[in-house]
């Protein structure tokens, strides 16, 4: 618990940080990559150069500290941005590191400004803040799968829209594996024992031709049966003439055959439990493009589970040829009971607006998945109708800007 003074001064100060918030992190990147070049391989440099990491880390801490004396208000979000961390392997030591170079970044913006209790109070509400993520990390690595990344063998590829391909992948034994891959700790690991949820993602590791660093992306399940391996499927990720690193490398390099590193699944979009029996609230699951994935592993889930439940599938994207995944979600979608089935495709117009979000029925259980401005357009038009906050869930397909308050 930080110490009276500690929170009088960092609740004084957040102000100041906020103004000078992406400075600070700036600053703070630029010193922690010179000194430790080898976290270059952990972070994506896309959103480093995109500067999107920054404002998530600025906005984090500062967002922390303003709840220094009730941390555990935030756990959810926490929890959530833990998810990530687990999967990319932050590991405890790496905070100290963060730490010292943040800390700082602060000194070095601020110049005289930061005085010595300012400093020391900081010190210790970054100590506070980053005990409970790591305390809540090695929650997460003790129950998760396996540790680090292992290695799979891609046993299936194939299009499933014009700029998506799915990938099935499956453990490489031990005995298996000369990929001449070192961090290969591909382990013993058992597909029939292996437990996925649907709506988690799993994060690959690669090395690809055109980066001077290893990139680490994530990829939700677009199912979470197991059995013929571990499914996601990737978009070529080209909106500039930057194309997508990751996506790309999937795509043109990645084969069948081939192996690729993976940690174990990870995040917590999952299907409210205590809804999956329940009859009188519908399921309602939102996606447009490759958003698809994590809500089609839980269109899967609920079939499954209980078929009776009434489902509504909407899902928007540029055209027929960027319909992902229509057979099978036709498949799964004749099994259940009571289903509709919305799509939208922009290029002929069909708008999926405010008008036709008053459509849905009030109360449902609804997931969304796409871009950030999909996203932020539906979840403002269905909280603008009275969806309730917590029956509205979400994916970002990338870092999430802020921790809130
Ligand atoms: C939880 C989660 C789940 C996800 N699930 C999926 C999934 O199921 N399927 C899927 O396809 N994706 C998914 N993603 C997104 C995925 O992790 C990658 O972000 C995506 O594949 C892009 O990675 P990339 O390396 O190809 O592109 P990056 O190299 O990271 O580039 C991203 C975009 O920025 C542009 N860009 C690159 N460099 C620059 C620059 N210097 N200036 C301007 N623009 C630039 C590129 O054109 C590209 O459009 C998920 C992300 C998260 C966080
Ligand atoms: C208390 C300290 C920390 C806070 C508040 C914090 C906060 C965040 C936030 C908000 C995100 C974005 C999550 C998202 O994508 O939704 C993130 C992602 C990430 N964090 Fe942390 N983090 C902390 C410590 C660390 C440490 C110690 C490391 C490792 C050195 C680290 C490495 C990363 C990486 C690699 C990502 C992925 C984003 C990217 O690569 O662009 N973080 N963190």
């Known amino acids: 618990m930080a110490s009276p003074k500690t929170l009088e001064i960092v609740t004084a100060t957040v102000p100041v940080l906020e103004e000078h918030g992406v400075a600070i992190t700036t600053v703070f990147y630029k010193n922690m990559f010179n000194e430790h070049p080898e976290l270059l391989d952990i972070f994506n440099e896309t959103n480093q150069k995109l500067g999107r990491q920054q404002t998530a880390l600025a906005t984090t801490v500062l967002a922390a500290a303003k709840h220094l004396d009730k941390l555990a208000t935030l756990l959810p979000q926490v929890t959530q941005i833990s998810h990530k961390h687990r999967a990319l392997q932050i590991l405890p030591e790496h905070y ?7 800390i700082g970044a602060i000194k070095e913006v601020l110049g005289e400004a930061a005085t010595d209790d300012i400093i020391d109070a900081w010190t210790e509400a970054y100590d506070e803040i980053a005990s409970v993520f790591i305390q809540i990390e090695h929650g997460m690595y003790e129950e998760a799968m396996w540790q680090g990344f292992a290695l799979f063998k891609v046993t299936k590829k194939e299009a499933v829209a014009t700029d998506i391909a799915a990938f099935t992948v499956v453990p490489v ?37 055109d980066s001077d660093h290893i990139a680490l992306r994530h990829y939700s399940l677009y199912s979470a049966s197991t059995d013929t391996g571990i499914q996601f499927a990737v978009r070529r990720d080209n909106r500039n003439e930057h194309h997508g690193l990751v996506s790309n490398y999937m795509h043109d390099q990645l084969e069948v055959g081939d192996t690729v ?8 979009f ?5 809804l999956i029996q329940q ?11 490759v958003g698809v994935t994590p809500v089609l592993s839980m269109l899967e889930a609920q079939v499954l589970a209980n078929p009776k439940r009434p489902i509504i599938w909407v899902y928007a994207c540029q055209n027929i040829a960027h319909h992902a995944f229509s057979d099978q979600v036709s498949k799964l979608l004749e099994q259940a009971e009571s289903v509709e089935k919305h799509i939208f495709y922009f290029e002929s117009g069909q708008l999926l607006d405010a008008a036709w979000l008053a459509t849905l029925p009030n109360p449902a259980d609804i997931y969304v998945c796409g871009s950030m401005p999909f996203m932020e357009s539906m979840i403002d038009g269905l909280v603008a109708l009275d969806h309730g906050i917590d029956s509205v869930h979400y994916e970002p397909f990338g870092p999430k800007m802020s921790l809130g308050g």
């Open 279 to 289: 009859n009188d609230i519908p399921l309602v699951l939102m996606s447009a493009g």
């Open 96 to 102: 100290p590191i963060v730490g010292k170079h943040l």
């Open 270 to 274: 999952a299907l409210n439990q205590d």
């Open 173 to 209: 034994d031990k005995s298996e594996n000369n990929s001449g891959n070192d961090s290969a700790n591909a382990l013993e690991i058992d597909l029939s024992k292996l437990i996925l949820t649907a709506g988690q993602y799993i994060t690959v590791k690669t090395d690809p031709k």
């Open 261 to 268: 590193l993976l940690s174990a699944p990870a995040g917590d």
